[in-house]
């Protein structure tokens, strides 16, 4: 048998940074990308979208449990408009995402209930925690899919993302 998706149950101690994750908060099942073991045995989470946050791309902490994992190989299409520009991060405070560096860097705010906390840069090239330059250039529009093959067979994307400007 030969499946479409790579989808499978991955223990949150199993995990690498990067990895996309299906996981549910309550309601439905969100998007996350895994960030960092924590010492406790749980992990960060880049929560790129669920329907149990009130925003999206919001950083979250996991016990050590069972999620599903989409794995590394995930492809996020970019669509580079007005916005898409080195210096204009300040100008476009909304954007999650940014060119800066050697690579794309997502951006997550703290939950809601943790508001006192700083927002967490997290560098897909690296699979490290970053701080955003001055000259990092928004992407206000993007999209994710499972993988490669998804995207070039036309499939629907399991985020499509856009932020105001």
Known sequence: MIRSSQLAHVRVADLQPGELLRISFGSTAGIAVFMKQLESGGGLLGVIKSEDFNRPMTWYAIDDETVMSYGSDWFLEEEHGGATAAGRRHVFEHARLHV????????????????RERPISFSLSTMDRVELSRHAAPIVKWR????QDHYDRGDTPLVDMTLPA
């Open 100 to 115: 800066d560096g050697g690579g794309l860097v997502m951006t997550f705010t703290p939950p809601e209930n943790q508001a």
């Open 144 to 147: 994710i899919w499972e993988t």
